[in-house]
């Protein structure tokens, strides 16, 4: 169909649709066949849009489909044709075209089409159609769900996409040069949509649980119509202005009258006495022309400071990759009428429905059921809104929904998102700088938010903020994300309102996380560590064994080899090689290549018999195709196979591993990593190390970028700049960073400019600097030099402190002398059997400091071994893996010896020739079926010994022995679970010294401290209350850190972390929270804190007095348990206990884990104690020693302060010796009985309790 006769069609088909007389349009009968004509035309246009131009120029829209919908609106048919039609005559030109079309044909029919739009935008500004929208949209809406139809919602959804469309056609600025204030296309439609009615159904659609659907259409429409506003412009509308208004516009009239003054005070001095046709003529010595001759100054001699040799030059035009990037249109400001309609709809809208429709927008982006792009609508919302309720009278509840992490989270991942997109599509670069700038609004706008929040009057607003500031500067994404958008700022992709609002949003964060670490000592941040692999050396360097005569060479000694040994291979190499990895993911067809480069490898280096046995399994393995050779293959055959495999040209799946690993200056690194790995850790946070990370010349760029626009930046972005130079030059003292001829090129122009008065913080800064260089360059006579080149950390150092003499910090080189000696050493050791030969020859070197690493790095590279993996430190554990089957035959034997035995593991253990760890023998006799489970090789409790058992003829230590027997085996399971790889002997030799110093250290009895009297009634009651085990565990953590802090002489504060949900319950009670306050606790300080903590002032003799007073008196009865007392001789089995130490501190740590037992039992519910156990527990006391009593009371002495692992196992504080020794003798019988009756009735509960667990 030609052009012609496609235009009569449409011609025809228009006048079918009917005509306008007058104000009445009178449609044709067939009007409703020839819309829908028109949409199916539309459907079959050509890539010019042929038929959307025609239908434009002939102002269909505005002549009979605007008229049909106004008085035609009834037919319900003809209606929602026609609001088919417009939806797709309005319909973006971009979207029509897919881009802005760079071919010139294209891109005027582009031009047409978005022409014919902006009339379309100016005809739908009529009160009459939005009226009829929005009557028709309304009675839809009030529709329930059960009687809306499916066309109903399709109704809906065109109207909503038509006002969208309409909203989105840009302004013409040739047609619509119209200043500020006055009424646009734009802003008439925006009031016909308020005259009519149609933004109250707008918030309706945004606030209706019943609608959600429409959420995201409802969006676009309001962001659409903001588009033109600012948040600052709506809140001042209908106000008078501020005195900051005032001030502001006070400030830029000086400015203004001070260049212009300036300016007259110039004209006046460059005007001669005398009017002079002639300028004058003048040699300029010293300054040379093309030639050899001086420049001749044809001009007046007061222009003479603007002469340059480019006057009359033809501009070099700059090419568009390195032009700068356009700044988008300005906004401008509506008549006064729509801003205050706007802002009364800002104000209902955030009131009632900002919250609801932010989330389900929200929800629907995160689920990727929207478009593409449709994020930014969210953005900008976000934005926008935000700063209109800061400066409305800021009200943290009206944005609740978009403060909070997620909401940082959402855009930070966007922001990085869009950047790398910026880099990839780089003819979209434009599109993607803009959503990236809008994001970066938003973001700043998050932080101006929760900036308000600080300075709220509500607590709760307050500490929302500081929650949300501990999450945000914690983590390292959100602290460096200024940083990455600073260094990577391109001028050439990103405006310069980018970086002004970059610039503004970093000194608004920075001003934050100052003042956030100001108020906390120890503020704790999370550190990410990529750790790559290492680069392993020039992988393009020739391998010279490649080369035919080196392949020759070897071959012809593995040929000799294999002939030397009659082509047989040993046992033990046959079995150790395998051709294929089972548990690798690569098939095994790649696997049989693999197979071959092996075994050319295994020639390279000179291995013959280990070739062979690699053929040979491989022809196992792969048997078909005979490509390892048949299976009654000669061995002359096998040879020419080698052969041909050490000639062929093998893919290698990855390049070999060279033999000598450069590295830079730091050394060589000897272990390397397989994977990329991202390791997390937490650090302490310093301000100063962060600002560290700005004093970069790549942060440094963007700053001076903007800052050469200082005349039209505003005060507030000029002081941004100079705060953050300010930082580098003098907090950091690096205003050497900062000597470089361009940035004092532009200090020069500051200080020039006629209206420097009014720029008095940049000038003040740029004079510090110039005299901090002058001052430096009377000392370092190469300051001049230095200011052509942009310079890092380590060049501002050297100019400032000294440059490095030549040769230093380069590395140690090895003489010739050096060499020989370190291989005469290394020949003479390396068949010893020391286990690391590096260590060995370190002490022999002569008058030599170097490190292994420079050791290994020389023998690698001198040729004495082939690869630093094989000097690598071998790590301290067994060395004993395998166990032989004369091992095993002994395992075997000494299980059936002592399988009836009381402790099984420990005699086997006593007796084993190789000496292995607890877990390995378990293992072993688990994996042999000598055992089925590890309960089996526990000790045995021996309960049935009548004798023991009634009491009769035991004494304490024999009850102590027996009661932590259960700890003893309970231990052996967590010495099964260590880790096999890191368990030896010597680390179990060193766990037993380190209990051994527990044990002692818990020997020292300290001096007697005063309790303390004014928490007394409260320990009481606390006591009688149920909270024995909780004070029990806070008083042994006080005399812990007491012994702490009295032994290494520091102290600092220390957490009171409860591990059981008894003390974890407790520190949560009032009245527990009251007693550590009185005893000088410290409560949490900040949200980042979740415990108590001991503060670093409290001395240790108030920590032991704190502590004291935490036990009951001993005129005061215990809950659930009788008062004990100590013997009244305690010095002399001292005596008796020095000489024997080994017995005293395995008694000791018997004790030690008893008293844990008995804490833990008193923590449980007691039971009311019946008389009859009280009457066979004074038979038992009636039979006991009194020497025995004392001997037992002096180990609790001693162990009075042994330390504890587990909290919730804490040992439970006796009374006081000191006080006990002074009671009569009459009461020490009554004590004595008291005091052994105690443990047979804890010992009697602990057996049933074992009991039951072992039942279990």
């Known amino acids: 169909m030609d052009i012609f006769r496609m235009n009569c069609e449409l011609l025809a088909t228009c006048s079918a649709l009917g005509y306008l007389e007058g104000d009445t349009y009178h449609k044709e009968t067939d009007c409703l066949e020839s819309v829908k004509d028109l949409i199916r035309y539309l459907r079959h246009e050509d890539d010019t849009r042929d038929v959307r131009q025609e239908l434009g120029a002939g102002q269909i829209v505005q002549n009979d489909l605007l008229p049909i919908i106004i008085q035609h609106g009834q037919d319900k048919a003809l209606f929602d044709a026609s609001i088919r039609l417009m939806v797709n005559l309005t319909q973006p030109a971009m979207l029509c075209f897919g881009k802005v079309p760079d071919d010139p044909v294209f891109r005027h029919h582009f031009l047409q089409v978005t022409s014919h739009l902006q009339a379309y935008k100016e005809a739908f500004a009529s009160e009459k159609v939005f009226g009829i929208l929005s009557e028709m949209l309304y009675n839809l809406l009030q529709l329930d769900w059960e009687e809306r139809q499916e066309e109903d919602n399709l109704l809906i959804e065109r109207v909503l996409l038509l006002v969208r469309n309409v909203l989105h056609i840009p302004a013409d600025p040739c047609e619509e040069k119209k200043v500020d204030d006055d009424a646009s296309i734009h802003d008439r439609l925006l009031w016909a949509i308020h005259m009519s009615g149609f933004d109250d159904l707008v918030k309706f659609l945004a606030s209706a649980q019943s609608e959600q659907q429409w959420s995201m259409h409802v969006l676009e429409i309001i962001s659409l119509m903001f588009r033109d506003q600012t948040p600052e412009a709506l809140v001042s509308a209908g106000h008078a202005r501020s005195t900051e208004e005032k001030q502001r516009d006070v400030q830029e009239l000086e400015v203004l009258r001070q260049k212009e003054l300036a300016e007259k005070r110039s004209r006046t001095l460059q005007r001669g006495t005398r009017h002079s046709r002639f300028g004058g003529s003048y040699v300029v010595q010293g300054l040379k022309a093309i030639g050899d001759n001086d420049v001749i100054y044809h001009r007046n001699i007061h222009n003479f400071k603007h002469y340059t040799h480019d006057t009359g030059k033809t501009l070099r035009r700059v090419p568009k990759r390195n032009r700068q990037a356009k700044e988008s249109k300005e906004k401008r400001r509506s008549a006064l009428n729509v801003r205050l309609f706007l802002r009364e709809f800002c104000m209902d809208f955030l009131e009632n429905c900002y919250n609801h429709l932010m989330y389900l927008v929200k929800e629907s982006l995160i689920r990727e059921q929207t478009q593409q792009h449709d994020e930014t609508y969210y953005l900008w919302s976000l934005s926008f809104f935000m700063a209109f309720n800061r400066g409305n009278g800021f009200r943290a509840d009206l944005v609740s929904e978009t403060i909070s992490v997620r909401a940082f989270h959402f855009i930070e991942r966007n922001i990085t998102n869009y950047y790398e997109m910026l880099l990839t599509d780089r003819k979209e670069a434009t599109s993607w700088s803009r959503r990236m700038h809008l994001a970066l609004k938003a973001y700043q706008e998050l932080l101006l938010t929760v900036n308000e929040m600080d300075q709220s009057k509500d607590d709760s607003i307050r500490q929302s903020s500081n929650v949300i500031k501990s999450n945000i500067f914690y983590l390292m994404e959100y602290r460096e994300i200024f940083l990455t958008l600073l260094r990577k700022f391109d001028e050439t992709k990103q405006p310069q309102s980018y970086l002004k609002d970059l610039v503004e949003s970093t000194h608004l964060f920075l001003r934050m996380l100052e003042r956030f670490c100001k108020g906390r000592r120890n503020l704790m941040v999370q550190k990410k560590k990529v750790r790559r692999k290492k680069s392993r050396g020039d992988k393009n360097l020739p391998n010279p064994e490649t080369t035919p005569e080196a392949l020759a060479e070897a071959f012809r000694i593995v040929e000799e080899e294999l002939k030397t040994s009659g082509f047989q291979l040993s046992e033990s190499l046959t079995e150790s090689i395998v051709p294929f990895d089972a548990t690798s993911e690569t098939p095994l067809e790649e696997q049989r290549t693999e197979a071959m480069v092996r075994v050319k490898d295994a020639m390279l280096g000179r291995l013959g018999p280990e070739a062979l046995a690699l053929l040979r399994a491989a022809r196992e393995v792969w048997p078909e195709g005979d490509v390892f050779g048949s299976a009654d293959v000669d061995p002359e055959e096998e040879l020419e196979l080698l052969k041909q495999i050490m000639h ?5 799946s990855s390049p070999p591993e060279p033999v000598v690993e450069e590295e830079d200056d730091d050394g060589l690194e000897l272990e390397e990593e397989e994977l990329e790995s991202v390791q997390v850790s937490e650090t302490e946070f310093n301000f100063l190390d962060f600002i560290k990370k700005f004093a970069s010349s790549n942060i440094v760029h963007p700053y001076l970028v903007l800052l050469k626009s200082f005349s039209k930046n505003s005060p507030h972005t000029n002081h941004c700049i100079v705060r953050m130079l300010h930082r580098l030059a003098f907090d950091l003292k690096m205003d050497a960073l900062l000597f470089q001829l361009s940035v004092f090129n532009l200090f020069n122009k500051i200080l020039s400019d006629p209206a420097a008065a009014a720029y008095r913080e940049l000038v003040t800064f740029a004079k510090y600097v110039l005299k901090r260089f002058f001052s430096l360059a009377t000392e370092n006579n190469k300051a001049y030099v230095e200011l052509l080149f942009w310079k890092n950390v380590g060049a501002v150092r050297e100019m400032t402190e000294g440059y490095s003499k030549d040769g230093e910090g380069t590395k140690q080189t090895w003489t010739e002398e050096e060499e020989e000696e370190l291989r005469k ?25 170097r490190a292994r690493r420079q050791v290994v790095t020389q023998l690698v590279r001198m040729g004495l071994v082939d690869n630093a993996k094989e000097l690598k430190k071998q790590k301290i554990g067994t060395r004993i893996v395998l166990w032989t089957e004369e091992q095993e035959e002994e395992l075997q034997m000494l299980f059936e010896e002592y399988k009836d035995s009381d402790d099984v593991l420990g005699n086997i253990l006593k007796k084993l020739t190789a000496k292995r760890s607890r877990a390995r023998v378990v293992d072993k006799l688990l994996s042999m079926g000598l055992v089925s489970e590890r309960r089996e090789l526990y000790k045995k409790r021996s309960r049935n010994a009548h004798g023991k058992s009634s009491g009769e003829k035991m004494t304490e230590e024999e009850f102590l022995s027996e009661l932590t027997q259960g700890d003893l085996d309970d231990s052996m399971d967590k010495d099964e679970g260590e880790d096999e790889s890191e368990e030896s002997e010597e680390d179990e030799e060193q766990e037993r ?33 149920g909270m024995s085990g909780p004070l029990l565990w806070l008083q042994n953590c006080l005399n812990r850190t007491a012994n702490d802090r009295e032994e290494d002489g520091l102290s600092q504060p220390v957490p009171l972390v409860p591990l059981t949900e008894t003390n974890e319950d407790a520190m949560d009670n009032k009245s527990i929270q009251r007693l550590l306050r009185k005893l000088g606790m410290r409560p949490p300080a900040n949200e980042q804190e979740t415990f108590w903590r001991i503060p670093a002032k409290i001395s240790v003799s108030q920590l032991r007095s704190a502590a004291a007073a935490l036990s009951l008196r001993e005129d005061e009865p215990r809950v659930g348990e009788e008062q004990e007392r100590p013997s009244s001789q305690p010095e002399k089995h001292l005596e008796e206990e020095k000489g024997e130490e080994k017995e005293e501190e395995a008694e000791v740590s018997g004790e030690q884990r008893t008293q844990a037992l008995r804490a833990l039992l008193l923590s449980r519910k007691r039971k ?3 008389t009859k156990h009280t009457a066979s527990v004074s038979d038992f006391t009636s039979m006991e020693d009194t020497g025995s009593t004392a001997k037992r009371s002096q180990k609790k002495k001693s162990a009075k302060r042994s330390r504890v692992m587990d909290d919730d196992e804490e040992e439970e504080n006796e009374a006081d010796s000191s006080t006990a020794m002074d009671m009569d003798t009459k009461s020490d019988a009554d004590s004595e009985q008291e005091d052994i009756s105690a443990p047979v009735k804890r010992r009697r509960k602990m057996v049933l309790i074992d009991e039951e667990e072992d039942e279990d």
Not at 826 to 849: Q, W
Not at 995 to 1014: G, I, L, T
């Open 993 to 1025: 010294e380190e209990s051994q110093n527990h044990v002692r250290k818990s020997q020292r009895v300290p001096a007697p401290v005063e309790r303390r009297a004014d928490v007394g009634n409260m320990v009481t009651a606390l006591h009688q209350g």
């Open 1168 to 1170: 009311p104690r019946t």
């Open 825 to 849: 050493l290394f020949e003479e050791h390396r068949h010893s059997e020391v286990p690391d030969i590096v260590e060995t020859l370190l002490p022999l070197l002569s008058g030599s400091t």
């Open 648 to 652: 062929a040209n093998l893919p290698r």
